[in-house]
């Protein structure tokens, strides 16, 4: 119920997109066009090779720099694989984790979601978990079931305090990239239910604090009604963050909230 106890976060997932001079260019757009932001926290996910460049262009801003992806081993051989110590030795604070993409592509499951999440909670970093239903699921009812297997299974283990580093991605996989976006009332309504499961397994005082983004075709002009919802407490943005005025006009909605 209480939306000011939490922060808003709009966090930019640029997936594999843009090389360093691209990435240099649009951090350097972005950085004076949301310099005045004050209640939003803004985060932006960029590839691995992307990370040096867009620390170094957002140092002293109020931009926070994310990776896309980590893996649950501290280090060993892991052909290809970036662990989250070595994202948090650069200085890179959030780190997106279970994108459906990696579900859907990568094999990712919710149990090696699980580990990633710990082991990112382990370097310090903050993860952003990301959860979502099929269309499939939707139309089958089952929603609710979907979510809150995820959110048992994505947090197994997980103490409240570990709890309160993370935020949450409610992303339901038919609106991602594919210009479907939930109503704000669906988004509500399943932001709302992840909080409820989250007040069952860590009590309610400590559910309130805990951010719950949406994510799936959030744009420049659904994004005021979006967040202007109770329990949706920002936006995980994939093709809106890759151009920077139309990542600030919703970085902007959510400064109005
Ligand atoms: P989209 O992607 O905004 O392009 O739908 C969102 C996401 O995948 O995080």
């Given amino acids: 119920m209480n939306k000011a106890v939490r922060k808003a976060i709009i966090a930019g997932n640029w997936k594999m997109n843009k090389t360093r001079p691209e990435a240099k260019a649009l951090l350097e757009e972005l950085v004076p066009m949301v310099k005045d932001i004050k209640n939003v926290e803004i985060v932006a996910c960029v ?17 926070k720099i994310g990776a896309e992806n980590c893996h649950f081993e501290k280090s060993g051989a892991f052909t290809g694989e970036i662990s989250a110590d070595m994202l948090a030795e650069m200085g890179v604070e959030y780190v997106v984790l279970g994108h459906s993409e990696r579900r859907q592509y990568f094999a990712e499951t919710d149990e090696t979601v699980n580990k990633r999440t710990k082991a990112a909670l382990a370097a310090n970093l ?57 109503t704000a009332e669906q988004a509500q309504e399943v932001c709302a239910f992840i ?63």
């Fill in 47 to 63: 590839p691995f090779t992307n990370l040096e460049t867009a620390l170094s262009v957002t140092e002293g801003t109020n931009i």
């Fill in 126 to 182: 903050k993860p952003i978990v990301c959860v979502g239903e099929l269309l499939w699921e939707r139309e089958c009812n089952i929603t609710n079931e979907v979510i809150a297997r995820q959110i048992k299974l994505d947090f197994f283990g997980i103490e409240a305090d570990d709890l309160k580093k993370c935020v949450i991605a409610y992303e339901p996989v038919w609106a991602i990239g594919t210009g479907k976006t939930a």
């Fill in 195 to 257: 909080r409820g499961e989250l007040a069952k397994l860590y009590g309610a005082d400590v559910a309130e604090t805990i951010t719950i983004q949406y994510g799936g075709s959030m744009n420049a002009g659904n994004a005021a009604e979006l967040v202007s919802k109770t329990d949706v407490d920002g936006g995980l943005i994939g093709g809106a963050s890759l151009k920077a005025a139309d990542f600030t006009a919703i970085i902007n909605a959510a400064e109005i909230g």
